[in-house]
């Protein structure tokens, strides 16, 4: 590999950096498609399932000893390769990394954004993906089927009724004390607070949701917590990661052996019998329900309480790829996830500005405008149009209505709830209409 090569990369990385525009972002990089080596280092700084490297660029800044490293190393992937065979580890790989740097001092930015999986490009996965579809495998996600009558007869009682949080999720993988945190589109999260206190977990996979604050307190809610955590400058010491489930990497590789019981129990395990007392990490509460009814009067009691609602979990469930119809989502509020397709000018005090958002699913089965944020969110939408094009967002409403001459659905009494940097999927028509049935059993 010629290191002029890679120094064409880090060239290209540097203008995309320093130009504003997504749009010329994306469009430069496109242009740059043929330049050797550009896609494996995007590769190997995205992917976090095929490339894990067990350090951080903090330790291999702050590392004072010298051990005996026989190799030489300047080749950028040999190094990224040993590190992910784990030819290296513990002290050893810190001191392979730092002789790394001390040969190449030219590519260490580039070598430590690519330990932390952030080259500082402003873009997102998504956005790479555009250009290259494959740079970062999305995370498995388990998700949740809708509650209704059909549904829940297919629950064995007694089962887990737990507390639904009301945050934004992450998966964060634990390697050998290295932890990466990911969101269910795949985009990287960094948060050293929370960091330190799984780093001595055992490996694996821990699925949960953060919050500002604990998960069962009305304060931690998604309409105001997600907003500070997905902002410029979160307050991290603040941020909670409430767990639900843990999956071995075996299992997460090759799921469907071990039962949602088992797995409970391991994360239990693993939280209970720690040594340090874990001020940032919580297990979502959880409790055995005999039947229906008990499950449906602690949802209430919940609710009362001005959280979100329950998940009801099959004990004998195992983790898939995919929606699980043993475990059932149960909540009053409605609300769904849109798309944002545009932006409507406001009059009045908002002339000028953004007015309201235009969104729509997938297929085009649901359309509709929606407003309900601040003065500052309207002037953040105003300046970054192009930024939130495509993103989610969700989207309270009270029912559904087809306007006349129209071959679409539209939400009744639309209002943002927020934008979910964590979802790149909208609700289907189907999905809505199940979402409004059970809201309406409930009540």
Not at 380 to 396: L, S, W
Request: proline share 3%.
């Amino acid at each position: 590999m010629s290191n002029l090569a890679i120094l064409d990369v880090i060239d290209i990385l540097e203008i995309v950096r320093h130009t504003r525009s997504t749009k010329k972002k994306i469009a430069i990089l496109e242009n740059s498609k043929d330049i050797t080596y550009l896609y494996d280092v995007l590769k190997y700084a995205y992917d976090t399932i095929t490339y894990t490297y067990g350090v951080t660029s903090g330790s291999i800044l702050i590392y004072k000893k010298n051990l005996t490293i026989v190799d030489r190393p300047t080749n950028i992937f040999t190094v990224l390769d040993n590190l992910n065979q784990r030819k290296y580890t513990g002290y050893a790989a810190l001191t392979y990394c730092q002789k790394f740097i001390k040969n190449c001092p030219s590519e260490k930015e580039l070598f430590l954004g690519i330990i932390d999986r952030d080259l500082k490009l402003g873009l997102n996965i998504k956005s790479l993906s555009k250009i290259w579809g494959d740079i970062s495998p999305v995370p498995k996600y388990n998700r949740c089927s809708v509650f209704s009558d059909k549904a829940v007869r297919k629950i064995a009682f007694p089962a887990y009724l737990q507390l639904k949080c009301d945050g934004t999720y992450r998966e964060a993988h634990v390697h050998n004390g290295s932890v990466i945190f990911r969101t269910r589109a795949g985009e990287p999260y960094k948060n050293q607070f929370l960091e330190d206190q799984l780093a001595d977990l055992p490996n694996g996979y821990y699925l949960g949701e953060l919050t500002i604050g604990k998960a069962d307190e009305p304060e931690a809610n998604r309409s105001i917590g997600n907003g500070e955590i997905n902002s410029n400058n979160p307050p991290l010491n603040k941020i909670h990661f409430t767990m639900w489930d843990y999956i071995s990497d075996e299992e997460y590789v090759n799921p469907g052996s071990i039962p949602y019981e088992m797995r409970f129990q391991q994360l239990l395990k693993a939280y209970e019998h720690h040594d340090r007392q874990f001020s940032l990490l919580d297990i979502v509460p959880t409790y055995d329900v005999a039947d229906l009814n008990e499950a449906l009067a602690l949802t209430y009691h919940f609710m009362d309480k001005g959280l979100e609602g329950a998940v009801l979990k099959d004990r004998h469930m195992f983790f898939k790829n995919g929606t699980s119809n043993l475990q059932l989502k149960i909540k009053l509020r409605v609300d769904c996830e849109m798309r944002i397709t545009g932006f409507t000018e406001g009059t009045g005090k908002r002339e000028g500005k953004v007015g309201a958002i235009n969104f729509s699913n997938d297929d085009g089965t649901i359309k509709g405008k929606c407003s309900g944020f601040t003065d500052s969110q309207m002037n953040d939408f105003t300046k970054n149009q192009d930024k939130y094009i495509g993103k989610i967002i969700t989207v309270e409403f009270n029912s559904l209505s087809k306007p006349e001459g129209h071959d679409y659905y539209a939400l009744v009494h639309p209002r943002l709830l927020e934008v979910r940097e964590d979802k790149n999927e909208t609700d289907s028509l189907n999905k809505v209409l199940r979402l409004i049935d059970m809201a309406k059993a409930l009540e």
